[in-house]
């Protein structure tokens, strides 16, 4: 079972345009996780936000989250034809094993 | 290399084969996940080592799902009498430190998996 659900499920701009990726999920977290894949290879770690932190950035990513609301944003700005990609949002299990439960993922499709 | 391995990239069977997938984690990685991914979707987890003791096993999906770990290091997932239900990407990740969620987990390139 899938804990999150991304929104859209796919996404096409322009290049040099921002995106913005949404993500809900259902369960108590420590933290949220965004993972970046391109199609054929596997999922690259792009940025963690705790829980207790509403607000991150890395280089052009921003990344805010909502507990109350249990959503989570993840906002590419300035986006590049690199970018293309598929964007997931995965919450670790809080007890045991730490595995990951993720969401369904955005297509993200940069135009250029 | 620096990252995690997997071989082979991409493995066809007739259904009712076995097959094994090989995972090379990160070196000195202590935590080591299987994931599957079905087309368009996002991963699911299978199985959880720490070091070479299998902990979490709860998402294979029946008994003919078999992952081992003998030494700590690499890892294998078995497939026994395969289906075409187990057509997927096969995900294997690794992570250096034990029972702290606070940390990303390294992925593969995975093994496309398809059973004729």
């Known amino acids: 079972s899938q804990q999150g659900e991304e929104d859209p499920q796919a996404l096409s701009i322009q290049e040099g345009e921002n995106a913005t990726m949404n993500c809900s999920y259902k369960?108590?977290?420590?933290?949220l996780q965004w993972y970046r894949q391109n199609s054929g290879r596997g999922l690259v770690h792009l940025i963690l936000?705790?829980?207790?932190?509403r607000e991150k950035h890395s280089g052009r990513l921003r990344v805010t989250l909502d507990t109350s609301k249990k959503s989570s944003s993840l906002l590419i700005t300035a986006s590049r034809a690199a970018d293309t990609a598929s964007y997931f949002c995965a919450t670790p299990i809080i007890q045991g094993a730490q595995k990951l439960v993720f969401g369904q993922g955005t297509r993200l499709t940069i135009n250029p | 290399g620096a990252g995690v391995s997997q071989s082979p990239r991409y493995k066809v069977a007739k259904r009712g084969q076995d097959v094994a997938l090989r995972c090379d984690p990160i070196s000195g990685h202590v935590s080591l996940f299987w994931y599957q991914q079905a087309l368009g979707q996002g991963p699911e987890f299978l199985t959880y080592f720490q070091n070479e003791a299998q902990l979490d096993k709860s998402g294979l999906p029946s008994d003919r799902f078999f992952a081992e770990r003998p030494e700590g290091s690499v890892s294998t997932l078995k497939i026994q009498r395969t289906q075409q239900e187990d057509s997927a990407v096969y995900l294997c990740a690794s992570s250096a430190r034990r029972s702290n969620s606070n940390q990303p987990q390294h992925f593969g390139d995975g093994t496309r998996l398809s059973i004729l």
């Open positions: 369960t108590s977290i420590n933290n």
């Open positions: 936000i705790r829980s207790n932190e």
